[in-house]
């Protein structure tokens, strides 16, 4: 990449801690607004991209090409990457607020959300969000002590819960073409699976899957669909009614005989995991009648309960919060700003990712224009100054 110019005194330097939709997206509205300021995306990882890369599902391409319009950021509109550096341990947050004039965190959550109940640390117990990653190649992912066997229980019934079904039900063959490396086809073993159940609190009208994702699953050869606790009350919209007609009609027209089956269960609360040195069971207890339980002998348990911060992160959001901060808008204090999961929380799509990041870039471009934040500071020259063997990573790019 070529030096950087001397900026013009009223554009910024900026730092985005995060390359995934979050950041990439703060980066294309930060640049429409200054064409010539310096903008530096750093990442733990050595690659950009994060959930794009590594969680969404690999057969999911339409998804994924959301990349393409990143990679013009980088080569084309001046934005630079920065690998293989942890903002918190390689490069510590002060540092970077101290050459950059706006700083804003946009890591994600990516810790798997513990189910909470006996047994959930029992070998055999995965997050979804590990499976994921392991299946799209992430670098800080190991094969080690997987194992999912041929009967599963997935537990949540979101869009996560049907990419594991799909991907599980998908041939090995079809894997290694979509490129996951053969050694994580070969732990998983996705031709072995007979039996998947799919176990959520939510009534079938309440569950957090789409429409699409559950009728992509009808694509797959060789599977039988069943459901349970389709009930019509506590319907209240045509959402609602569509979604649970959805999974009636999966389950009513899928074969009668197959090798391969889904089990819907919907309305159930997991109470605890049993087994000794492995997976044996999991027994789950009524939402509507307590005195109603659910018990499924399986040898896997995957949990899609959704994703939060890990207690480990370097970089906490809550460590920076104070009576000033407005979260609605991803201010944190003069000049450090959140964006993504890591302000909102783990919910929304991509697209509602790019929606968040134009509302804090927004409040960053109104906070410089009305001169709340006065730009002055050198940016990435200033850093490596500080920091001088970080300098080898300055030029990569994705």
Not at 55 to 76: I, M, S
Not at 115 to 138: E, F, S
Not at 297 to 319: K, M, N, Q, W, Y
Not at 354 to 370: G, L, P, Q
Request: glycine share 10%; net charge negative.
């Amino acid at each position: 990449m070529n030096a950087i110019k001397d900026l013009p005194s009223q554009s910024p330097t900026i730092a985005i801690v995060g390359s995934g939709p979050s950041g990439c997206y703060l980066a294309q509205y930060l640049r429409k607004r200054w064409k010539e300021a310096e903008i530096v995306i750093f990442d733990r990882l050595p690659v950009p991209y994060g959930l794009v890369r590594f969680g969404v599902a690999p057969d999911h391409l339409g998804t994924k090409a959301v990349a393409r319009q990143f990679d013009r950021l980088f080569e084309r509109e001046g934005v630079r990457f920065i690998g293989e550096t942890e903002i918190g341990n390689r490069v510590t947050l002060q540092e970077l607020r101290d050459a950059f004039d706006i700083v804003v965190l946009a890591s994600g959550l990516h810790g798997d959300r513990a189910l909470g109940v006996p047994g959930d640390t029992l070998p055999g117990v995965h997050g979804a969000g590990r499976i994921t990653r392991l299946i799209n190649g992430h670098p800080g992912e190991q094969i080690d002590g997987l194992r999912i066997g041929e009967r599963i229980a997935i537990v949540g019934n979101g869009n996560v819960a049907m990419d594991l079904v799909r991907l599980l039900l998908t041939s090995p063959e079809r894997l290694l073409e979509l490129g996951v490396a053969e050694d994580v086809v070969r732990a998983l073993e996705p031709g072995s699976v007979k039996r998947i159940d799919v176990v959520g609190r939510s009534a079938a009208h309440d569950a957090k899957f789409d429409l699409a994702m559950l009728r992509e699953l009808t694509k797959l050869p060789d599977v039988s669909f069943v459901a349970q606790n389709l009930a019509d009350e506590g319907i209240a919209d045509a959402d609602g009614i569509a979604k649970r007609d959805a999974v009636a009609e999966i389950a009513g027209g899928s074969p009668a005989r197959a090798a391969r089956s889904v089990h819907f269960h919907f309305g159930w609360t997991p109470e605890r995991i049993i087994g000794q040195d492995k997976v044996q069971s999991i027994a789950f207890r009524s939402t509507a009648d307590e005195n109603s339980t659910l018990l499924l002998d399986v040898e896997g348990v995957l949990t899609a309960i959704g994703f939060e911060e890990l207690t480990t992160s370097p970089i906490r959001r809550s460590h920076h919060e104070s009576a000033e901060s407005e979260l609605d808008k991803g201010y944190l204090s003069p000049g450090l700003y959140c964006a993504g999961w890591l302000r909102r929380g783990p919910r929304g799509t991509i697209p509602q990712n790019r929606v968040d990041s134009k509302m804090v870039a927004d409040a960053i471009i109104e906070a410089v224009d009305t001169a709340q934040l006065v730009p002055g500071k050198p940016g990435l020259p200033a850093l490596l100054a500080q920091n001088p063997s970080n300098s080898r990573h300055t030029e990569e790019s994705a």
